[in-house]
T-cell receptor, first 113, second 111 residues
Framework: NAGVTQTPKFRILKIGQSMTLQCTQDMNHNYMYWYRQDPGMGLKLIYYSVGAGITDKGEVPNGYNVSRSTTEDFPLRLELAAPSQTSVYFC????????????FGAGTRLSVL | RKEVEQDPGPFNVPEGATVAFNCTYSNSASQSFFWYRQDCRKEPKLLMSVYSSGNEDGRFTAQLNRASQYISLLIRDSKLSDSATYLCVVIGPFGNEKLTFGTGTRLTIIP
């Protein structure tokens, strides 16, 4: 099992550009999440999904969109990149119920200049 | 008040020493508690869950104090490989879909 795979690993965007961060998991987990982590800060939840076709906003959803058409994939879309979106983005998946142990991808480092 | 608060450190501790740090949470109805470990420029990984009765995993001991609303992590006989940032994580009280992460405590073990 590859676990949670994120692409790309690094990206530099210009202000106003758009991009999609890809996340896929092969563990058949129902729950999937997108977090951002700014330097010296904790993880902030952007969006999450409890199953295919279901998404919900987290703490910091503005400027982002998501979709969940399959159990495996949970892409994150940035429509009009802003410098405030410079961050490290982590995707995670988990099994519902119990302790909701999160399995994270390796992250995408995004700079918006 | 932040939902989950941690001393950011850094804690610089000599190898072999014992180190402990706490995490406080604001919602008394929170359900579940965890410590995650994050190495520099890596993703977080679960270190251990925290149970009401306290739990131990090798050199690591986690405690929960519901009355004072804090959890703690104790590391004995610290190793160089313990150098990392330790994230306190809280779930609840409404369902377990969303986790709240603390900002982390940075630990450096000095040879």
């Amino acid at each position: 099992n590859a676990g949670v795979t994120q692409t790309p690993k690094f990206r530099i965007l210009k202000i106003g550009q758009s991009m999609t961060l890809q996340c896929t998991q092969d563990m058949n987990h129902n729950y999937m999440y997108w977090y951002r982590q700014d330097p010296g800060m904790g993880l902030k939840l952007i969006y999450y999904s409890v199953g295919a076709g279901i998404t919900d906003k987290g703490e910091v959803p503005n400027g982002y969109n998501v979709s969940r058409s399959t159990t495996e994939d949970f892409p994150l879309r940035l429509e009009l990149a802003a410098p405030s979106q410079t961050s490290v983005y982590f995707c995670a998946s988990s099994v519902p119920g119990g302790q909701n142990i999160q399995y994270f991808g390796a992250g995408t480092r995004l700079s918006v200049l | 008040r932040k939902e989950v608060e941690q001393d950011p450190g850094p804690f610089n501790v000599p190898e072999g020493a014992t180190v402990a740090f706490n995490c406080t949470y604001s919602n008394s109805a929170s359900q579940s508690f965890f410590w995650y470990r994050q190495d520099c420029r890596k993703e977080p990984k679960l270190l251990m869950s925290v149970y009401s009765s306290g739990n131990e995993d090798g050199r690591f001991t986690a405690q929960l104090n519901r009355a004072s609303q804090y959890i703690s992590l104790l590391i004995r006989d610290s190793k160089l490989s313990d150098s990392a940032t330790y994230l306190c994580v809280v779930i609840g009280p409404f369902g377990n879909e969303k986790l709240t992460f603390g900002t982390g405590t940075r630990l450096t073990i000095i040879p």
